[in-house]
């Protein structure tokens, strides 16, 4: 297993709700940004959701109201509730996570160069 590790993806009805988890693993610390993105065969990745160690969270536009992130305390799980899921929310989920202590936003965690990645986990929601 890698660095990070994403679960709870599957399939859901239009209006339905999943909640995806991200565990860090023992061999990372101090990780002081973390956050969710998602992809789409052929469209650039998109940034979803992002908590920052002081639990600033920022978010996409198109999610804003429908999906929350959290994280547990020491950083070792990230949380993303999804609710009133849309077929456009249809996608790869991803987990990604810094640990240079920084400014943590979507724009920063999507390129900074340092940041940890994980496998995925897929979303699929049928209208």
């Known amino acids: 297993q890698g660095p990070l590790v994403e679960s709870g993806g599957g399939s859901v009805q239009a209006g339905g709700s999943l909640r995806l988890s991200c565990v860090a693993s023992a061999s990372i610390s101090s990780l002081y940004c973390m956050g969710w993105f998602r992809q789409v065969p052929g469209k650039e990745r998109e940034g979803v959701a992002v908590i920052a160690s002081d639990g600033t969270t920022y978010y996409g536009d198109s999610v804003k109201g429908r999906f929350t992130v959290s994280k547990r305390s020491g950083w070792n799980s990230l949380y993303l509730q999804m609710n009133s899921l849309m077929s456009e929310d249809t996608a790869m989920y991803y987990c990604?996570?810094?640990?240079?202590?920084?400014?943590?936003?979507?724009?920063?965690?999507?390129?900074?160069?340092?940041?940890?990645w994980g496998q995925g986990t897929q979303v699929t929601v049928s209208s």
């Open positions: 990604a996570a810094l640990r240079s202590p920084g400014t943590c936003n979507i724009v920063v965690l999507h390129t900074n160069k340092g940041g940890i």
